[in-house]
């Protein structure tokens, strides 16, 4: 009879533990796709809004007529120059380019 109950014991067990592990990867999952959608607006923004207006203005008076390139304005963002504090690794491609589409559009 305790070998019956032992089973029964490690059978709910591993029950409990597989919904846990279900409903961990269903909140991993909405996390993962939540969080780079947060700026899937594509028009950079909210990203400009909240990282770049404190040095360029709300207004992007402190961009000087900003005409770059995509390739520029990424190398900014990497370090490779000496225009801008060094943002590597912080934005993704997406967002760069989102940025990049923002500043570039009727200034």
Excluded at 2 to 31: K, P, Q
Excluded at 58 to 80: C, H, V
Aim: with cysteine; aromatic share 12%; glycine share 10%.
């Amino acid at each position: 009879m305790s070998d019956d109950y032992s089973l029964a014991i490690s059978f709910n067990m591993s029950l409990a533990m597989t919904r846990i592990l279900s409903i961990s990867m269903v909140a991993l999952t909405l996390l993962i796709t939540w969080v780079p959608g947060a700026y899937a607006n594509g028009d950079g923004k909210e990203l400009y809004d909240e990282y770049c207006q404190g040095c360029h203005g709300a207004d992007k008076t402190g961009l000087n007529g900003y005409e770059g390139s995509l390739a520029t304005f990424t190398d900014r963002l990497e370090g490779l120059t000496e225009n801008m504090p060094d943002f590597a690794g912080f934005f993704d491609e997406d967002e760069i380019a989102a940025l990049h589409a923002y500043l570039v559009k009727s200034q």
